[in-house]
């Protein structure tokens, strides 16, 4: 079965930077899109990031310019890299990716595996 394990997550202070790791086993990597989630608290969980298996990326509005996402085939490896950190970015951030090859990667009701979440936290 497909298993998603995060990890990066941390404290940070605002400005800072951090980058996210996500190892994907249970199936052929390359061939499928992934995505980066996040949830604050009393908030709904948001598509922050997403890269199609060709290496197209789509952003959200909140952090364009600021994150960027990437993925390295060979180490079945997605990454989030978070500069310029902002006390708003506090969440727990997911890793994801669709059950379906043709799924659209860019929306967030295409994600059907989950990983289990890392908290970052940036404090002011």
């Known amino acids: 079965q497909v298993q998603l394990v995060e990890s990066g997550g941390g404290l940070v202070q605002a400005g800072g930077s951090l980058r996210l790791s996500c190892v994907a086993t249970?199936?052929?990597?390359?061939?499928?899109?992934m995505g980066w989630f996040r949830q604050a608290p009393g908030k709904e969980r948001e598509l922050v990031a997403g890269?199609?298996?060709?290496?197209?990326?789509n952003y959200a509005d909140s952090v364009k310019g600021r994150f960027t996402i990437s993925r390295d085939n060979t180490k079945n490896t997605v990454y989030l890299q978070m500069n310029r950190l902002k006390t708003e970015d506090t969440a727990v951030y997911y890793c994801a990716t669709p059950r379906s090859i043709v799924a659209n990667y860019a929306a967030g009701m295409s994600y059907a595996y989950w990983g289990q979440g890392t908290q970052v936290t940036v404090s002011s």
């Open positions: 249970g199936r052929t990597f390359s061939s499928y899109a």
């Open positions: 890269i199609s298996r060709g290496g197209s990326t």
